[in-house]
């Protein structure tokens, strides 16, 4: 079970590329920084924003992978 941070980068995830993806590229992503989604701190979210804005980007366009990345640093909890 991921944390609450993760969560919410799931959720803003999922609102643009779906439930399954969401998960998976959240995953993938703290892995690629890291952390596991569980382990995933505020101090995580810049880098976190920048590679899921690329993943993001690459399948459903620039705007969309920039919005997203947006949402994700703006996140406080």
Known sequence: MANRLAQEVE??????VGDF??????????????????ELTPEHLP???????KSV?????????RG???KIRAIRI
């Open 11 to 16: 959720k803003i995830l999922a609102a643009a």
């Open 47 to 53: 880098e976190l924003a920048e590679r899921i804005e």
């Open 57 to 65: 980007s690459f399948f459903s366009g620039k705007d969309v992978g």
């Open 21 to 38: 993806i969401a998960k998976a590229t959240t995953r993938k992503n703290c892995e690629l920084i890291g952390v596991s989604p569980d």
């Open 68 to 70: 997203v990345a947006e």
